[in-house]
C-alpha cells in the first residue's frame, strides 16, 4: 500500500533536536535532506571545489549548494525551513534568578512590566547595596519612558557560548528591562544578587516566526557548504537570536547551567569570575524553587 505521506515520511528532521554547536546533530540530516536534491557526484563535486572562499560568513558558501542543487538561494532556504518546521532547536536563555528551579517549574514567562515593576520594589528593599534608591523607586517607575520596551517577549539564543562571551551582562545584572530603570548606579549590587544562569530550551521550530525559520535555514545551509569543503574542526560561533511571543512551558526546559566566568561588556570586557555556581534547584533538585 503506498505510503499517503511519502514527504513526511521521509523529512530527515522529523523530531529531530538540533543544536549549532554539536555538529553530528544536523550536519548528517542536512546532507540526507540534500541528497534527492543533488546529481550523483555533486557533494563530491563540492568538496572538491577550490577553497577560494576564506570568510567563514562568507554568504558565496550558501550560493556554491545553490549552484549545485539547481535552485536559488531563496527556493531552497524556503523548501529547508519547511522541512525543519518539524525539528526542535537547542536554545538558551540568559537571566540571573535566585533559584533556577522556578523555570524548570514554570517555564520561561513573557516579559511583563506589571511583574518586572514588583521585582525591582523586592530587589530595591531587599539587596543592601540598592538602599539608596529606596526613596526613588516609586518615582523612577512611574517615569519610565521604557516601560514597554519588551513586553510580551521571550529571548532566546542559538548558542550559549555567546551568553558568557558577548551577552554577559544578562548573567551579570538580569534583564535589561531591570538594568535600564536602576541605572548603573545599581551595577555592582545586581552583581551580589541571584546566580548567573544559562537555560537550555528545546525549542520546537513550528512555534517560530515562519521569517526567522527561514534565516536558520539559510545559515544552515551556509555552515554545511563550508565544512563539506573545509573539513576542519571548527564550530563557528553563532549570533543568532529567537525572539518568541509567548511563554514557554515548563515542559521545554531541559536544564540549565552556572558558568564559571562571564566577559562584562559594561566595562571594557574584563572578565569577571562566578562565584555562584549553585543553587537551590542545583543542591536539590526535588526543589522547584518560589524565589525569582
Ligand atoms: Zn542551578
Given at each position: 500500500m503506498p505510503n499517503p505521506n511519502p514527504v513526511q515520511a521521509e523529512n530527515?528532521?522529523?523530531g529531530a533536536l538540533v543544536?549549532?554547536?554539536?555538529?553530528p546533530t544536523w550536519m548528517g540530516r542536512l546532507a540526507k535532506w540534500l541528497e534527492p536534491r543533488l546529481p550523483a557526484d555533486a557533494r563530491t563535486g563540492l568538496a572538491a571545489q577550490?577553497?577560494?572562499?576564506?570568510?567563514?560568513?562568507?554568504?558565496a558558501w550558501v550560493d556554491r549548494v545553490c549552484a549545485v542543487v539547481g535552485q536559488d538561494a531563496k527556493q531552497l532556504t524556503e523548501n529547508l525551513a519547511a522541512a525543519i518546521e518539524d525539528a526542535l532547536i537547542v536554545a538558551y536563555h540568559g537571566c540571573r534568578p535566585v533559584d533556577a528551579g522556578v523555570f524548570h517549574a514554570e517555564g520561561i514567562k513573557c516579559n511583563d512590566p506589571v511583574i518586572l515593576a514588583e521585582h525591582a520594589r523586592s530587589l530595591v528593599a531587599d539587596?543592601?547595596?540598592?538602599?539608596?534608591l529606596r526613596p526613588q523607586i516609586e518615582a523612577r517607575l512611574a517615569a519610565f519612558?521604557?516601560?514597554?520596551?519588551?513586553?510580551?517577549q521571550v529571548y532566546l539564543m542559538?548558542?550559549?557560548?555567546?551568553?558568557?562571551?558577548?551577552?554577559g551582562h544578562y548573567l551579570l545584572y538580569g534583564s535589561e528591562w531591570l538594568q535600564v530603570l536602576l541605572g548603573w548606579e545599581a551595577h555592582a549590587a545586581l552583581r551580589t544578587y541571584g546566580a548567573p544562569t544559562i537555560i537550555e530550551v528545546h525549542l520546537p521550530?513550528?512555534?517560530?516566526?515562519p521569517e526567522t525559520r527561514k534565516e536558520l535555514a539559510w545559515y544552515l545551509l551556509r555552515e554545511w557548504s563550508r565544512q563539506i569543503v573545509a573539513r576542519d574542526d571548527l564550530v563557528p560561533e553563532f549570533d543568532f537570536s529567537f525572539v518568541l511571543r509567548r511563554d514557554i512551558p515548563p515542559e521545554w526546559i531541559a536544564g540549565h547551567t552556572h558558568p564559571s566566568a562571564i566577559t562584562d561588556?559594561?566595562?571594557?570586557?574584563i572578565v569577571r569570575q562566578n562565584?555562584?555556581?549553585?543553587?537551590p534547584h542545583c543542591d536539590d533538585p526535588v526543589l522547584t524553587g518560589s524565589l525569582v
Open positions: 530527515p528532521w522529523s543544536e549549532w554547536k554539536a555538529h577550490s577553497t577560494t572562499i576564506d570568510a567563514i560568513d562568507d554568504p539587596v543592601p547595596g540598592l538602599a539608596l519612558d521604557d516601560r514597554d520596551r519588551d513586553t510580551g542559538a548558542d550559549d557560548r555567546l551568553l558568557p562571551n558577548g551577552c521550530l513550528s512555534t517560530i516566526a561588556p559594561f566595562y571594557s570586557k562565584p555562584f555556581q549553585t543553587c
